[in-house]
């Protein structure tokens, strides 16, 4: 066997788990009105048909005052019921444990403006801000029956077990650390005291649910904030709430809604596993219950490799299994090159946050509505397709115009494939970018046949020298420069200037300047190699705060970043001059002006606009043209990828 220890058997507390490989709870947005949906139970499907042995839900909501917005399940809803025995069905039908996450947010405050949460104490929420009620203790008593009876009901649809979700600061958490914990009664103060609330909803629900329900807790081993639950007083949390005897596997996720949430989900800028090593360090406080390591764990081969240092008993993914359901099953056979990557890019919790329904940049499928794997089915008449265009919308695009069976050409100016995605892999932080490229290169295979024709710009002559019977067009766009006052010396687009930062590595004593009207990562990391590159970094932008376009998780370490390397960010602000090294901006509010001297770069990055400009010489001709990507409408990378293959399908 490939990985001996990630796919041995092993037992958690009553039941028996095929491998080591757990989806580890993760919000879906999927849910509609607070009830479950068929979409979400396909979700957990797929993964249990994927090989995982073991999947926790997402966070289940046992009480109204969890304020739950209408994509979060309610499991206080009746007509929950039949849909919760469904969702055991699916997945255990795949000799794979369900286990629901019992959830309470506490004085998480994320989505009713109007409504009261309950809480510990009267310290607010991190990220809100929100002043909850504080609980006293008959309302305390209440919690713990509503968790017991979250318990039960999912027993009696058919689940093996059931999560506590005691991270990320939610209530449970919020009992258990000192940080936030400043009761004076007997849920709080010391140790016993901060533990009663989770000890009297484990015992009650052992009581209840039996020895045969299998009863696991996630808890922060760090909670990133000075006073709250760090190694060593998880390690005290961990030896106490093992002595009870009712755990049967404990996972430790890190960070609560401070900045410290970017631990929550570890992006592109942090090396794998980031917190292993709190794992290792903490398996000692429980003996003989099982510890579930998790936190970027991007493959199969690190699973194996953290099992065999004994840093953990169970391997917790994610993202890795979002991004592909079927990877356990393909590592298990010795098929790691056909795993479709995760690059942490976050796109799938920055959509959750906003409201939609998960997605990811590379699983198309996801955001289709079914991951259930069909071949694309072959095309009843074979054409030559042109794709014009090698970044990530015309690499999806020529893949899956192959696949149908098609005669593709791909024709791109660069001699490397992945456009301009491959010139944000090249930026600090952004490397992962390039397994996106690889895995579209794998990708372009099957029934049909392509060429590549890289190293030349096309134009409508060449391309119609092809002889075409369709031309999908993936050229891109272009940002549009400021209008400046006359005599300006003007300033050069963003991704012009990064090709020279990166082909000089000069140490230059003068000042760069990003106009920033793009807020996405790629303009940040770009900032981060102006950093390296120049004496002093200025970054305008006319909102009134950064990163508007970057999911709240990685925002915060866009933040740390570019304020640990003294980048000045004048907020609410256009340039409106550039002479002889010295750039004027204005306020967009009250009109004041401001400079900066010495300026040696002065790059925007700004809306774009498509280059299509192929388009109407081409449909002259009498030609079959599409758009795709920034070519069609500049958008993001997760649109180009999944438009291009959305075409390609239909070609």
């Not at 788990?17 to 509609?32: F, S």
């Not at 490799?305 to 008993?313: E, P, Q, S």
């Amino acid at each position: 066997m490939i990985y001996p220890n990630l796919f041995s058997p092993i037992r958690i507390g009553p039941v028996a788990l095929k491998n080591r490989i757990a989806h580890i709870a993760t919000v879906t947005n999927l849910g509609r009105a607070n009830r479950i949906t068929e979409r979400q139970i396909e979700y957990y499907a797929a993964r249990a048909r994927g090989g995982a042995a073991m999947i926790i839900t997402e966070g289940l909501v046992v009480h109204p005052t969890s304020l739950p917005q209408p994509a979060v399940i309610d499991l206080t809803e009746p007509s929950n019921g039949d849909a919760l025995a469904r969702m055991a069905e699916a997945v255990e039908s795949h000799d794979c444990r369900l286990l629901g996450q019992l959830w309470h947010v506490g004085r998480q405050q994320l989505w009713n403006p109007v409504g009261s949460p309950w809480g510990v104490s009267h310290q607010p929420d991190a990220l809100s801000w929100t002043v909850p009620h504080v609980m006293n203790t008959a309302e305390i008593k209440e919690i713990v029956e509503a968790f017991v009876n979250g318990a039960k009901r999912l027993q009696e649809a058919g689940f093996s077990g059931a999560e506590l979700h005691g991270a990320h600061g939610y209530l449970i958490t919020q009992f258990l650390s000192p940080w936030c914990n400043a009761r004076d009664d007997e849920y709080g103060g010391d140790l016993e005291g901060r533990t009663r609330f989770l000890r009297e909803i484990m015992a009650a629900i052992r009581a209840e649910c039996g020895s045969g329900f299998l009863l696991g807790l996630k808890m922060p081993a760090d909670e990133g904030v000075a006073g709250g639950i760090d190694l060593e007083e998880a390690i005290r949390i961990t030896h106490r709430l093992a002595k009870t005897g009712h755990l049967d596997y404990i996972a430790y996720s890190q960070g609560n809604f401070s900045l410290s949430l970017e631990n929550h989900v570890p992006d592109m800028h942090w090396q794998p596993g980031p917190f292993i090593h709190l794992h290792r360090s903490i398996m000692a406080a429980a003996p003989g219950v099982p510890v579930m390591a998790l936190g970027k764990i991007v493959s199969a081969e690190q699973g194996e490799r953290i099992l065999a240092d004994g840093a953990g008993d169970l391997i917790g993914m994610s993202r890795a299994l979002i991004a592909d359901p079927e990877l356990p099953q393909k590592a298990a056979a010795g098929n790691d090159d056909a795993v479709r990557p995760c690059i942490y890019c976050n796109i799938c919790w920055g959509e959750i946050h906003a409201g939609k329904p998960i997605a990811c940049l590379l699983n198309t499928g996801l955001s289709a509505g079914s991951e259930v794997i069909r071949p694309i089915p072959p095309t009843p008449a074979r054409r030559r397709v042109v794709v014009v265009g090698a970044g990530l919308a015309g690499l999806a695009a020529a893949a899956a115009a192959v696949a149908r069976g098609h005669d593709v050409v791909l024709v791109g100016a660069s001699a490397d494939l992945g456009g301009k995605a491959l010139l944000e892999s090249r930026l600090p932080g952004h490397g992962e970018m390039s397994k996106a490229i690889a895995y579209l290169y794998r990708q372009i295979g099957g029934g049909g046949a392509i060429r590549f024709q890289l190293g030349e710009t096309a134009s409508a002559e060449n391309v119609l020298g092809l002889e075409p019977d369709v031309v999908v067009l993936a050229t891109g766009s272009h940002m549009r420069a400021p209008v400046l006052e006359d005599g300006s010396e003007g300033m050069v687009d963003l991704r012009q200037a990064v090709r020279s930062l990166l082909a000089d590595e000069t140490r230059r004593p003068s000042t760069a300047v990003i106009f920033d009207q793009d807020h996405t990562a790629p303009t940040y990391a770009a900032v981060e190699l102006a950093a390296q590159r120049h004496e002093k970094v200025v970054l305008i932008t006319p909102r009134v705060q950064i990163a508007r376009s970057v999911p709240y998780v990685s925002a915060i370490g866009v933040y740390r970043r570019l304020y640990g390397l003294r980048v000045e960010i004048v907020l609410a602000a256009s340039p409106v001059r550039l002479r002889n090294g010295r750039l004027v901006w204005r306020n967009a509010f009250n009109g004041e002006t401001g400079e900066t001297e010495g300026v040696g770069l002065a790059a925007y990055a700004t809306p774009r606009i498509a280059d299509d400009g192929l388009a109407g010489p081409l449909r002259a001709e009498g030609v079959e043209v599409h758009l795709v990507g920034d070519c069609y409408a500049p958008r993001n990378p997760l649109a180009a990828i999944h438009e291009g293959h959305a075409l390609g399908q239909r070609l």
